[in-house]
């Protein structure tokens, strides 16, 4: 996910979120243009107040206004406000979608080399569920991550486990990274440290970031038996799988 504050006479009054179910989605490109949107969205915000139920444009020479750094608008101009208004919405809703259908990163190695695979183009939760009935990884990435967020659907982490688990067993490394933290949580399954780092171990191999941290800190929690083990799960799934991408090509 990324995020802007909506900031509006030098008060934040919203927050303004773009969540992805790929890792690895967003660019700082994505985050240049969320803070714009935001900045959109705090214009067209200031120049209204509510009173008694009633949306109120504050006129131009409204002390209100004047103090606000913020303000653009026009004086009573409601179709500035509206026009303004639907522009967030379609720019959010053509981000979105297009985050949505981004491709997420799959496959492992352990030269850390994550390769690239066009998921299908994800658009409705009845999409979702056809692909990732298929066994779509990526669809059953996005149907987990539904689940976790209670997006469309009643939140279940334990729904939102099982997904991610036949997502990062084809290679997923969102869902192995998803499932690293789950494990390690204690997150719609019980709380398991082994689980954790081979998870863990597994999308620190594929690239992601966040479980280099990860691995180095559940380490510190397990004993050394307990590592080795996990560690030579973790090479075994490697080279299995290695060895299946190989003979598929």
Request: aromatic content about 6%; some cysteine.
């Amino acid at each position: 996910m990324i995020a802007a504050p909506v900031v509006c006479s030098e008060r934040v009054i919203g927050l303004l979120e773009v969540f992805s179910p790929n890792a690895g989605a967003f660019e700082e490109t994505d985050a240049i243009g969320l803070r714009r949107l935001a900045d959109v969205i705090a214009k067209a915000a200031s120049s209204v107040v509510i009173d008694a139920g009633q949306v109120v444009i504050l006129p131009e020479t409204s002390p209100q206004r004047r103090r606000s750094p913020l303000l653009t608008l026009a004086s009573n101009n409601l179709v500035l406000l509206t026009v303004a208004s639907l522009l967030v919405l379609l720019i959010l809703g053509t981000l979105l979608t297009w985050l949505v259908r981004r491709p997420a990163r799959v496959g492992v190695s352990q030269s850390a080399q994550v390769q690239r695979q066009q998921g299908p183009l994800i658009g409705t939760l009845e999409d979702l569920r056809k692909y990732a009935a298929q066994g779509d990884p990526v669809a059953q990435y996005a149907l987990g991550a539904r689940y976790a967020q209670g997006i469309d659907v009643k939140q279940d982490q334990a729904e939102a486990v099982r997904w991610f688990t036949r997502a990062a067993e084809q290679g997923h490394v969102g869902a192995q990274a998803a499932l690293g933290v789950y494990y390690w949580a204690g997150r719609g399954v019980p709380a398991d440290l082994s689980k954790a780092y081979f998870w863990s171990l597994l999308a620190r191999a594929g690239g992601d970031e966040g479980s280099k941290y990860r691995v180095a800190s559940l380490a510190s929690r397990m004993s050394h038996t307990q590592v080795l083990e996990a560690q030579r799960q973790a090479d075994e799934w490697l080279r299995q799988h290695q060895n299946e991408a190989s003979a598929a090509h």
